[in-house]
C-alpha cells in the first residue's frame, strides 16, 4: 500500500465511521422509543450490558442522540465532521440542565461547529455561566475504589503541593491519593466529634508512637537527597526525631516523626539551629 492509498483508504474508512455513528445514534432513539431499555436502569445502562460498551462511551452517544433529536441540524455537521460525540455530548449535558429554546439549541451548536472539547467548554462557560459543566465527579471504579476528578483552582494546587512537601519525610513518594486521603484523615481526627472520643481512648504512649515510626520506615534512614530524591536507607545509628520540634509547634503524632542515621540526624539539626551550634558533635575521623 503507497502512502496515497493508506490515507485515502483511511479517509474512507473514517467517512463510513461517521455515517455508522449517526445510523447508531438514530437506532439509539429507536430503541428509547420503543422502550427496549426500560428492563435496565437507563438508556447508558442497557448499551453497557446489551452492547458492552464502556459508560462513557455509552453515555457519550446517547447524550449526542438526544442533540440530534432537538437539533436536527446537528446530524449533517457530525457527518462533516464539524462536530463529535464528545463535544454533543458535552453540549447536550448543558441542555439538560438549562430550559433552552429550539432556537437557541440551534444557534449554540452552528457557534460549537469545528471547535475542540477545550474549546466548547469556554463558549458553554459564557453562554450559561451558571450552568457550565463541573469537572468533577466521584466514580465508583469497583467495590473498594473511587476516582474522584475535581478542578483546582491556582490557590488549592498551591496549598497541596505543599502538603505534599511537608509530608515528604514521613510519607515519601507519597501519590495525590495518598496525600487528599492523609489530610481528609487527619481533619476527621481533630474535627470529627465521633473521631476524637476514640483516638483518645486509642491514645499510645510517645515511646509506642516512637516504636510506630521505627516500624514504619523499617529501621532505614528517611532522609532524602534533595538532588537525587532517593532516600538514604541507612541503618546505621538511625533515631527516631521530631520532624518539627515540639518547642516549634511539633506534635507527638506519628507523622511528625521521623528516622535518620546518625550523619543525616546531625545534617538536619544543623540546618535547623545553624552550623556553628551543632559542630561540635560531628564524628571526627
Ligand atoms: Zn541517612
Redesign the pocket.
Known amino acids: 500500500m503507497t502512502n496515497r492509498e493508506l490515507e485515502t483508504k483511511l479517509e474512507i474508512l473514517v467517512q463510513n465511521e461517521r455515517e455508522i455513528t449517526l445510523e447508531i445514534l438514530h437506532l439509539i432513539l429507536e430503541v428509547e422509543r420503543r422502550g427496549l431499555h426500560l428492563p435496565f436502569r437507563n438508556l447508558q445502562t442497557y448499551l453497557v450490558k446489551k452492547h458492552k460498551y464502556s459508560y462513557g462511551a455509552a453515555n457519550r452517544r446517547v447524550q449526542a442522540a438526544r442533540l440530534l433529536k432537538s437539533v436536527p441540524g446537528a446530524e449533517e455537521k457530525l457527518r462533516e465532521g464539524d462536530l463529535n460525540l464528545s463535544t454533543m455530548a458535552q453540549t447536550q449535558t448543558v441542555f439538560n440542565r438549562v430550559e433552552v429554546s429550539e432556537e437557541e439549541k440551534a444557534e449554540v451548536v452552528e457557534k460549537m461547529c469545528g471547535k475542540s472539547y477545550q474549546e466548547n467548554e469556554k463558549i458553554l462557560a459564557a453562554l450559561f455561566p451558571e450552568e457550565a459543566p463541573v469537572k468533577e465527579t466521584f466514580r465508583r471504579v469497583n467495590a473498594e475504589d473511587s476516582r474522584l476528578s475535581i478542578l483546582l483552582e491556582k490557590e488549592g494546587r498551591a496549598a497541596l503541593e505543599r502538603v505534599k512537601e511537608l509530608l515528604s519525610h514521613s510519607h515519601p513518594g507519597a501519590s495525590w491519593a495518598e496525600i487528599v486521603t492523609f489530610l481528609a484523615l487527619d481533619y476527621v481526627k481533630r474535627k470529627d466529634p465521633l473521631a476524637r472520643s476514640k483516638t483518645d481512648g486509642e491514645k499510645k504512649s510517645k515511646a509506642a508512637v516512637k516504636r510506630q515510626a521505627l516500624q514504619r520506615a523499617e529501621g532505614q ?1 528517611e ?1 532524602i537527597n534533595p538532588e537525587t530524591n532517593e532516600r ?3 541503618r546505621h545509628r538511625v533515631q527516631v526525631d521530631h520532624i518539627i520540634p515540639t518547642a516549634r509547634g511539633g506534635t507527638d503524632e506519628l507523622e511528625n516523626y521521623r528516622c ?2 546518625q ?2 540526624n546531625l545534617l538536619e539539626a544543623q540546618r535547623i539551629l545553624g552550623k556553628e551550634t551543632m559542630d561540635p558533635y560531628w564524628p571526627k575521623h
Open positions: 534512614c532522609y538514604c536507607r541507612s535518620l542515621c550523619p543525616h
